[in-house]
């Protein structure tokens, strides 16, 4: 994220009309700004990946016909991601009224304190900036959330004060009206009491709050964005129908369709303490994408973009460990490494409840098929014959956890005046030793799986043999 830019150096009322400005509602802010990025060849969009052909032309569309938005998809799809980027899309600095509760335009006074202060300075109202990040509110829907929370309340401190109830002044506003000119985005909105639910009908359609008897007719200027997981898995609750109905665009999410997305996102979003090859990135992104196709898997909860995250985290941190035990130079993580991704991950799945039990055995399984897949990808037209035939004339080659790099290669069988260990790591383009030994026990994972040499595991040591 760049640094803020220096606010515009106007502070009165009378100077901002001087400079020109022109007050915009928020919705025409967000599709001029939309439309000028398009026209300029922009990406309005950063660090989203598999959604460009699907759900980004509908949000634009949305957008620009002024309406809000509820996204529907499962866990780790990128939702929140994607409602957070609508941040971009506002101007970068926006003039309030200085002191204003609601953040409220200098032109456009709304509440009753703003309105007398316009009234009583006039030109010589005292003005500030606001940047973007300040308009853009965000609520994580719990069933305690309340109705203050959103909408406010009573304030009996103002009223201690000694203002009476029925004046507007001790009214507590809430988040929604606390966001006025700007975006309120709310998580897993199903998760909302439908009381709660039903005192959003009138901001979101009428554009007023009723509390507690008080109708104050006050013209927020708010776009409401809110996520959802689809009805069908969500049994905690439901967005009931007349709220469902005053959004005027809803957008189903979806899990990345290209491997390339999948590793993209891993790749952005990952926090690696070591060097983690690319080709093992792949097998993580191989490996989700086999467990959402899997029978075996609850496919209404999902598998998560963030279960392949925390595996390629979680063998980043094996090779540094690694390393940093054995006395390594460069951590480097290799396919050994995943059996410790499989141990720690497999609570993050939801298995169909006839798998009670094989839940290991499912996973084992979709890992190894991932990895033969990128083997075949990665090694397609390579002849590893000679590999295979010095092992078939008894050479073993151990590695594990806690085997170092050098001593694998050290290890690895002479193939006399054979090239065929450096076309293995060209293939891979590995350069060190960590690199190097990845690459190999890699073609030699990829040849156990294919049933041409064996493998015994015991304990944190593997032979291939």
């Known amino acids: 994220m760049?640094?803020?830019?220096?606010?515009?150096?106007?502070?009165?009322?009378?100077?901002?009309?001087?400079?020109?400005?022109?007050?915009?509602?928020?919705?025409?802010?967000?599709?001029?700004?939309?439309?000028?990025?398009?026209?300029?060849?922009r990406d309005p969009w950063p660090g989203l990946h598999g959604f460009a052909d699907t759900v980004i032309p509908q949000l634009e569309r949305a957008l620009i016909a002024g309406h809000d938005v509820v996204l529907l998809g499962e866990r780790g799809q990128g939702k929140t991601r994607l409602l957070?980027?609508?941040?971009?899309?506002?101007?970068e600095w926006t003039p309030v009224i200085s002191g204003s509760e609601l953040g409220e335009h200098p032109y456009e006074p709304i509440?009753?304190?703003?309105?007398?202060?316009?009234?009583?300075?006039?030109?010589?109202?005292?003005?500030?900036?606001?940047?973007?990040d300040e308009r853009y509110a965000e609520k994580l829907a719990t069933p305690d959330t309340s109705v203050a929370d959103l909408i406010g309340d009573v304030?009996?401190?103002?009223?201690?004060?000694?203002?009476?109830?029925?004046?507007?002044?001790?009214?507590?506003?809430?988040?929604?009206?606390?966001?006025?000119?700007?975006?309120?985005?709310?998580?897993?909105?199903?998760?909302?009491?439908?009381?709660?639910?039903?005192?959003?009908?009138?901001?979101?359609?009428?554009?007023?709050?009723?509390?507690?008897?008080?109708?104050?007719r006050l013209p927020l200027d708010v776009l409401v964005v809110a996520s959802a997981n689809p009805e069908?898995?969500?049994?905690?609750?439901?967005?009931?129908?007349?709220?469902?109905?005053?959004?005027?665009?809803?957008?189903?999410?979806?899990?990345?369709?290209?491997?390339?997305?999948?590793?993209?996102?891993?790749?952005q979003e990952a926090d690696l303490v070591a060097d983690v090859p690319d080709y093992l990135v792949e097998?993580?992104?191989?490996?989700?994408?086999?467990?959402?196709?899997?029978?075996?898997?609850?496919?209404?909860?999902?598998?998560?973009?963030?279960?392949s995250i925390a595996g390629a985290e979680t063998v980043a941190a094996a090779a540094l460990h690694r390393a940093?035990?054995?006395?390594?130079?460069?951590?480097?993580?290799?396919?050994?490494?995943?059996?410790?991704?499989?141990?720690?991950?497999?609570?993050?799945?939801?298995?169909?409840?006839?798998?009670?039990?094989?839940?290991?055995?499912?996973?084992?399984?979709?890992?190894?098929?991932?990895?033969?897949?990128?083997?075949?990808?990665r090694f397609r037209g390579l002849d590893l014959g000679l590999l295979v035939q010095a092992i078939e004339d008894g050479a073993m080659v151990a590695t594990g956890e806690q085997v170092t790099a050098r001593d694998f290669l050290t290890g690895l069988p002479v193939l006399g005046e054979s090239e065929l260990y450096d076309d293995v790591c060209e293939r891979i383009g590995a350069t060190n030793d960590g690199q190097r030994a990845g690459a190999i026990e890699l073609a030699l994972e990829g040849l156990y799986l294919a049933r041409r040499i064996g493998k015994d595991v015991d304990g944190a040591e593997t032979v291939y043999g």
Do not use: C
């Not at 515009?8 to 439309?35: M, T």
């Not at 509440?111 to 973007?132: E, I, M, P």
């Open 155 to 216: 304030d009996p401190m103002k009223v201690a004060e000694g203002r009476s109830l029925g004046d507007p002044e001790t009214i507590h506003f809430g988040l929604i009206p606390r966001s006025h000119r700007g975006i309120v985005a709310i998580n897993e909105l199903p998760d909302l009491a439908e009381r709660i639910q039903v005192a959003m009908l009138n901001v979101m359609e009428e554009r007023d709050i009723q509390i507690r008897g008080y109708v104050l």
């Open 111 to 132: 509440t009753v304190t703003s309105q007398q202060a316009a009234a009583t300075y006039g030109d010589d109202l005292r003005v500030s900036w606001r940047h973007r």
């Open 2 to 41: 760049t640094a803020p830019s220096t606010p515009p150096q106007i502070s009165r009322v009378g100077e901002l009309r001087a400079s020109g400005h022109v007050q915009k509602r928020l919705r025409q802010e967000i599709r001029d700004n939309l439309l000028a990025m398009l026209r300029e060849g």
């Open 232 to 267: 069908d898995y969500t049994n905690r609750g439901r967005i009931i129908t007349p709220l469902k109905d005053r959004f005027g665009a809803e957008i189903r999410t979806h899990y990345p369709v290209e491997l390339d997305d999948e590793v993209a996102v891993i790749r």
């Open 283 to 307: 097998i993580l992104a191989r490996f989700s994408r086999a467990l959402r196709q899997s029978s075996s898997v609850d496919q209404r909860s999902g598998v998560s973009a963030r279960f």
């Open 324 to 377: 940093t035990s054995q006395g390594e130079d460069e951590p480097v993580a290799r396919v050994v490494d995943l059996e410790t991704a499989v141990d720690v991950l497999g609570g993050k799945i939801e298995f169909e409840s006839g798998e009670e039990g094989r839940e290991a055995e499912v996973l084992t399984h979709l890992l190894r098929t991932a990895t033969a897949e990128t083997v075949r990808q």
């Open 84 to 91: 957070r980027t609508m941040v971009g899309l506002l101007d």
